[in-house]
C-alpha cells in the first residue's frame, strides 16, 4: 500500500493529540512503533540524543571485531553508492561503527539507538520487528527527525538476529533504491559470517555486488588494481558497445589516457571532474560520450586487493541533474520531498538587536576574530551565518560544537588526520574542520567547554595560521576566520584557571553581546510571523494567524529559551491547530500559567558578587536537589547544568555538597 506524506503527516498529528492511529494513512510498523514511543513516555518535540559511551564503544569494536572486519568493505559499497550515514549495530542496538560524510555528526555513534530516548526509525523497526525497513520524514515520531530518511536490514545467521545494517540521510530522502541497496548489502555480510573469513574471493560475491550497484540509476563500474573492470552496473554497460564490459580495462575505453591515472588515484578530495569517452564505443552515436564523475571510494577487500568503485552521471542528457555531492545517485521520486530548514538572516527590528546588526555591518568584511556573547537560543549561530555571508568570503561556513565531542574525538574533528592515524580510522584519511573552512568561516560554539590542552592547539594556529593532521609531519597553511560562541561567562572561567587568558584575548577581538528574547519582546511578533512563514513553506501547509490573545500571552512570557525556544512553540501550534489560526489552546500549558510563576522566579536572580559555582549550589540546596528545577531557574539545559556541576566540582546528593 502506497502512504503519502500528506496522509502519515495527518496519522502523524491526530496521533500526538488524540492517541489514535489512522490505519489507512501509515504503515503498519510504523503505526506500531509510534505506539512504543507513546508508551514509553517520549516527547515527541523532545531534541536530546544519547551521548556516545567511548569505554563501552571499544568494547564493543573488540567483542564485533571480526563482524566489523567482514562487514567494512560492504559498508564502504554502501556507503559510495547511497553517499550518506552508514552504520551498524548489534542486536541491542548500540551502533558500534559509523562510516559518514558528514564532519560533524555527534549522534549515534556509540549510543544505544533505542525508541525510549531516539524515537522510532528504521533501526528501531529492523530491531523490534527483525524486518528490513524505510522510514521518511513524518513517520518518524519526533519532529527533531521528521527531516530525515532511513533504512534498515537485519544480519541473521540462523534465524537469529547478529546486527542491523543502516542507511540514514539526515538532510532529505535517500534513493528509491536505497532499501534495495542496503539488503542485498546485509546478504553479502550473512555470507562472509556463514562462510568464515577464509572465503574471501571477490569472484564469489561479483553476482551480489552487481545486483547492489545495478540498483544504482547512474553509470557505476568498480575497477581492480590494474584499471581492469571487475563488474559494472547495467547501466554503465549498455551505455557502450556490446553488452559485457567485464574483464577489459577501463584505459581502453578512454580517448586520453592521463584520465585513467586520475581516476585510480588515491586522493582524498571529492571529485567532480568531468571525463570523455570515446565516441567508437557510444551506443548507436558517432559523438563523445561525457560524464561527470559523481564519487569515487578505494575499497579495501579481506584479501587485501583494492577495489575503485566509480559512479559518473551522463552530462547533457535529458535527466534531472544531480550535483555531485548530492545524498543520492538518482533525483527523488518518491511523493513528498524533505528539505533543509530554510537559511535565513537574522531578523529584529528592536534598538539592542539594532546594536548587533550595526556590529555586524561593520565588522563583517574583516578577517578578525569574532566572540559571540548570549545565552542559549538567543541565535549566535544565526549571526556567526549572517557574518560569513556578508564577508564575501567565498570558503564554506562550518560549524563545530566544542562541547558535543569526546576530548578524543575533537582534534581529529577540527584538524583531521592521515591513514592508519588510529583504530578506526577511514581509509585515506580525513579532512579537518579547519581545511574544510579553507577561505571561508569556522564557528567554534560552545568555546568554554573546549578543553585546555586544546587550547594550546586552537592558539597555535592563531598565531601560525597553519594546521597538521594526526599522524603527519606536513603542516598546511589555511585561511580561515575564528568566529567563538559562548553562553558562559568567559572572564570568570579565565579567572578560575579553566580558560586560557592569552586564548580570549586572541578570541575577542570585536565582542557581539546578544540580547535575551525577554530583552527585546516587541521583535516577539515579527519571529513569530517569520516563523509561521518559514514552517509552512517546510511542511508545504496553509499559512496561519495569531490570535492577539495568542500574541500577547507570547509577549509576555520570559522565554529562557530565547528564540529557538519561540521557535519551538510557533512549530506545534503550527501543527496541532487545525483551523487557520493559533488560538490560546494550542500553547503550552507552562506558557499560559507563567505568570503565576513569575514572582517566584525572581528569588533566584543572582546577588552581588555571587560567582556562578555559588550560584548553582545555592539553587541545587533550594530545590532540594532537584536538576529540573535548579536548571529552568538558571534558564540552561539540565545537561549544560550537569556540565557545570562537573566543572565546578559540585556533587549532588541529597542536597549540593560544597567542596
Excluded at 530516548?117 to 524505510?134: D, F, Q, S
Excluded at 592521463?258 to 558517432?286: C, G, V, W
Excluded at 556567526?384 to 570558503?395: D, E, L, N, T, V
Aim: glycine residues 6%.
Amino acid at each position: 500500500m502506497h502512504y503519502t506524506q500528506e496522509g502519515i503527516l495527518e496519522a502523524w498529528k491526530n496521533f500526538v493529540i488524540r492517541g489514535v492511529i489512522q490505519e489507512d494513512n501509515v504503515h503498519p510498523s510504523v503505526a506500531r512503533s509510534w505506539e512504543r514511543c507513546r508508551n514509553l513516555g517520549l516527547d515527541p518535540w523532545s531534541t536530546e540524543f544519547p551521548k556516545c559511551n567511548t569505554s563501552l564503544l571499544q568494547e564493543k569494536r573488540i567483542q564485533y571485531a571480526e563482524l566489523l572486519s567482514l562487514a567494512a568493505p560492504v559498508m564502504n559499497y554502501l556507503y559510495a553508492l547511497l553517499d550518506c550515514n552508514i552504520s551498524i549495530c548489534d542486536s541491542d542496538g548500540f551502533v558500534f561503527e559509523l562510516i559518514t560524510p558528514i564532519k560533524n555528526y555527534p549522534r549515534t555513534l556509540g549510543a544505544y539507538t533505542d525508541e525510549a530516548t531516539c524515537g522510532n526509525g528504521a533501526v528501531t523497526i529492523a530491531l523490534k520487528e527483525k524486518i528490513p525497513m524505510r522510514t521518511d520524514g513524518y513517520e518518524h515520531y519526533r519532529i527533531i527527525s521528521q527531516n530525515h530518511s532511513g533504512v534498515s536490514s537485519p544480519i541473521m545467521i540462523n534465524n537469529t538476529l547478529v546486527a542491523v545494517l543502516n542507511g540514514v540521510n539526515p538532510f532529505g530522502s535517500l534513493h528509491d533504491n536505497a532499501l534495495s541497496m542496503t539488503i542485498t548489502a546485509a546478504k553479502i555480510i550473512e555470507y562472509y559470517l556463514t562462510a568464515g573469513p577464509k572465503s574471501t574471493k571477490p569472484l564469489e560475491l561479483k553476482p551480489l555486488i552487481k545486483e547492489m550497484i545495478d540498483d544504482c540509476s547512474c553509470l557505476v563500474v568498480v575497477l581492480e588494481h590494474d584499471g581492469t573492470i571487475h563488474t559494472a552496473n547495467q547501466i554503465f554497460a549498455s551505455s557502450f558497445t556490446g553488452s559485457d564490459t567485464t574483464g577489459k580495462s577501463l584505459g581502453s575505453y578512454l580517448p586520453n589516457k592521463n584520465d585513467l591515472a586520475r581516476l585510480m588515484a588515491n586522493n582524498y578530495e571529492q571529485p567532480s571532474e568531468e571525463i570523455e569517452f570515446k565516441a567508437d564505443f557510444a551506443t548507436h552515436k558517432r559523438e563523445t560520450l561525457r560524464c561527470r564523475l559523481l564519487r569515487k571510494q578505494h575499497i579495501r577487500l579481506l584479501n587485501g586487493e583494492v577495489h575503485t568503485l566509480l559512479i559518473f552521471k551522463k552530462q547533457g542528457s535529458a535527466e534531472q541533474k544531480v550535483n555531485h555531492s548530492s545524498p543520492s545517485c538518482s533525483p527523488v521520486s518518491i511523493s513528498h520531498k524533505l528539505s533543509k530548514p530554510h537559511e535565513i538572516d537574522y531578523i529584529g527590528e528592536s534598538t539592542t538587536w539594532s546594536k548587533v546588526d550595526s556590529i555586524v555591518q561593520k565588522t563583517a568584511k574583516f578577517p578578525s576574530n569574532v566572540l559571540l556573547l548570549g545565552e542559549t537560543g538567543t541565535g549566535k549561530e544565526v549571526v556567526a551565518k549572517a557574518i560569513h555571508q556578508r564577508s564575501g568570503r567565498k570558503g564554506n561556513f562550518v560549524a563545530i560544537n566544542c562541547g558535543a565531542l569526546p576530548k578524543d574525538l575533537l582534534h581529529s574533528e577540527l584538524f583531521g588526520y592521515e591513514e592508519g592515524a588510529f583504530t578506526g580510522a577511514r581509509a585515506h584519511g580525513s579532512i579537518g574542520k579547519f581545511e574544510h573552512a579553507h577561505e571561508g568561516t569556522l564557528l567554534l560554539d560552545e568555546i568554554g567547554e573546549m578543553p585546555l590542552d586544546m587550547q594550546v592547539t586552537l592558539l597555535r594556529f592563531l598565531q601560525e595560521r597553519t594546521i597538521t593532521r594526526i599522524s603527519s609531519n606536513k603542516p598546511k597553511k589555511v585561511d580561515v576566520r575564528i568566529i567563538a560562541a559562548t553562553n558562559t561567562d568567559m572572564a570568570e572561567l579565565v579567572r578560575l584557571g579553566q580558560f586560557r587568558q592569552d586564548l580570549y584575548y586572541r578570541l575577542n577581538v570585536i565582542e557581539i553581546n546578544l540580547p535575551p528574547l525577554r530583552e527585546r519582546k516587541c521583535d516577539i511578533p515579527l519571529l513569530a510571523e517569520h516563523f509561521i512563514s518559514e514552517l509552512s513553506r517546510q511542511y508545504n501547509v496553509q499559512s496561519k494567524q495569531i490570535h492577539p490573545a495568542a500574541l500577547q500571552i507570547l509577549c509576555s512570557y520570559d522565554w529562557p529559551g530565547n528564540v529557538r525556544e519561540l521557535k519551538n512553540v510557533i512549530e506545534k501550534a503550527m501543527i496541532l491547530s487545525e483551523g487557520l489560526e493559533i488560538t490560546p489552546e494550542f500553547l503550552p500549558e507552562y506558557i499560559l500559567h507563567s505568570q503565576n510563576t513569575t514572582s517566584q522566579s525572581k528569588l533566584f536572580t543572582p546577588q552581588n558578587g555571587e560567582s556562578e559555582r555559588e550560584r548553582i549550589i545555592n539553587l541545587l540546596e533550594s530545590y532540594n536537589g532537584n536538576i529540573f528545577q535548579a536548571a529552568k531557574a538558571l534558564k540552561m539545559s539540565r545537561n549544560t547544568l550537569y556540565r557545570k556541576m562537573e566543572k565546578y566540582n559540585i556533587q549532588l546528593k541529597t542536597s549540593a555538597v560544597k567542596k
